[in-house]
């Protein structure tokens, strides 16, 4: 099999906490400090991520909100005009809001609860919108008794009856139309929404339900659709397509209603999960987008989540059976499907990285990574070209900043991992590590029956494999 090892550049003996994220800091300050479009996993210092696992121990989702600010900035001088409102569905850690917030993001909300997490974090309410799809009545409850709270909250509907809806309740605020162009784009079938009849109100139908939503007292000052998720560079033109249908239907809008304040294109903007695709190139994907919306008096607003989060998260894992199978060898590792569900869910791609000293060394073998999940699907690989990997040893899984712990669960009982996030390179727990006990906290509990546990199993994979760690040559475990 033919592949380069998994490229360890980083060869400091120590990782300690004061040392670099970023093993390529030193080439981006001979950059002049410059904003790279793209943090590759290699890019990763792997000693410090190994003094990480080894204090928080493993699955640890790890977050460096310095990248996250960095690619907001990109994103920010690629649409200076535009309402940059990151989607909190990718990352709704309030760290993460926060260090958006402080920038001048907005953030939308695909539930009440991610808009009460937004509040929470500091993001003031005229900076939020709130999308709802076929929204739970608790869900509409919460949205409408926030906007009554605190001015500002626009509220997205993609469909006639949940403008009754909100009327019910008697909403008269913000109001955005979410409409269906009939165009998806994405980087899986799952994720193209922009033509799936769940999302928005059909074109045809769109400008004649935003007047009579205008009629019947909303404050109308939108107009929203979302083309799908993971966009790369060469669905431009399906990206084109899809921004010029906005366009028109936010003219004829803009006709029936008198003005918009804004369109919102939504998010979708792909980052390279793979090691040797390019990352999309912003600057051409905001001309593109100007241009296809053509002449409309309102604010263009944009709503990336994953480009923004993506590449500043990895995930920590560590190895706990190396098995030699007829055709491949399969490494178990301690995060699964429950901890990084994408490569389950949409087959998706993301580098895998052995964090020991020595990897780059190492013969490059075909590897099946899989997780402790009792369940076919629970694959982050299958055949990979990896050094070969030692019972014990420690992992790295790129990209995992975006729709990582988010899409996380307790199938199984396992108990969701920790994080961290950093700042300025220095490392601060964002997130404990779930118990059994967490898991099972919200049952029921009948007379007599208080510890249903057997005892406080903490995580998954916490390490009495440790012992069987193999000899870091350079670490010298
Ligand atoms: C309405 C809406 N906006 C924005 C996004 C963000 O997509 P991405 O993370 O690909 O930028 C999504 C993702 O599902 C979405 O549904």
Redesign the pocket.
């Known amino acids: 099999m033919s592949g380069r090892a998994g490229g360890e550049r980083d060869r400091s003996p120590g990782g300690a906490a004061d040392e670099p994220v970023r093993a390529d800091e030193a080439r981006a300050r001979a950059d002049g400090g410059s904003n790279p479009p793209v943090r590759r996993l290699d890019d990763w210092n792997a000693a410090r991520l190994r003094t990480l696992a080894d204090e928080y121990d493993t699955p640890l989702y790890v977050l460096d909100l310095d990248r996250v600010r960095a690619n907001y900035r990109r994103m920010r001088a690629a649409f200076p005009d535009a309402e940059i409102c990151y ?1 909190a ?2 990352n709704a850690h309030a760290d993460v809001l926060a260090t958006l917030a402080e920038e001048d993001a907005s953030v ?1 909300c ?1 539930s009440a609860g991610e808009l009460r997490r937004a509040l929470a974090a500091g993001v003031p309410a005229d900076r939020t919108h709130y ?1 709802a799809v076929n929204p739970p009545a608790r869900d509409l409850d919460d949205a409408v008794e926030v906007a009554t709270a605190r001015d500002g909250l626009t509220v997205t509907a993609g469909a006639a009856d949940t403008i009754d809806r909100l009327a019910d309740r008697g909403y008269e605020g913000r109001f955005c139309l979410r409409v269906n162009p009939g165009v998806g784009a ?1 980087h899986h079938e799952k ?1 193209r ?1 922009g033509a799936d009849a769940k999302f928005g109100v059909p074109a045809d139908r769109a400008v004649e339900t935003l007047a009579e939503a205008a009629d019947r007292g909303f404050d109308v000052v939108g107009v929203h659709a ?1 083309v799908g ?3 790369s560079g060469d669905q431009l033109a399906a990206h084109r397509e899809f921004v010029s249908r906005v366009g028109a239907i936010a003219r004829e809008a803009t006709e029936a209603v008198g003005s918009l304040e804004f369109v919102d294109v ?5 980052v390279p999960y793979r090691e040797d695709e390019s990352p999309i190139d912003l600057e051409a994907v905001a001309a593109a987008t100007r241009e296809a919306l053509g002449e409309v008096d309102a604010r263009l607003v944009i ?5 923004l989060v993506a590449d500043a998260g990895v995930l920590l894992t560590a190895a706990n059976t190396v098995k030699e199978a007829p055709e491949t060898t399969v490494v178990g590792v301690d995060a699964g499907m429950t901890t990084l569900l994408r490569p389950a869910m949409y087959d998706a791609h993301h580098a895998i990285r052995p964090l020991a000293p020595d990897a780059a060394d190492r013969e490059a073998v075909p590897q099946t990574i899989t997780g402790p999940i009792c369940e076919s699907a629970d694959v982050f690989c299958e055949d990979r070209g990896l050094p070969r990997i030692a019972r014990g040893e420690r992992l790295a899984i790129g990209n995992a900043g ?2 990582g712990y988010e899409m996380a669960s307790t199938y199984n009982s396992r108990p969701r991992p920790a994080s961290v996030t950093l700042v300025g390179g220095e490392a601060r727990p964002a997130r404990r590590r779930e118990s059994v006990a967490d898991v099972t906290r919200l049952e029921v509990r009948r007379e007599g029956e208080d510890d249903r546990t057997d005892g406080d199993v903490a995580g998954t994979g916490g390490n009495r494999d440790r012992g069987s760690m193999p000899a870091d040559p350079e670490v010298g475990e």
């Open positions: 989607a569905k990718a939308e695909a999308t994405g994720v929404t979302h998720s993971g966009v939504g998010g979708g903007f792909g709503e990336p989540g994953r480009y975006a729709y």
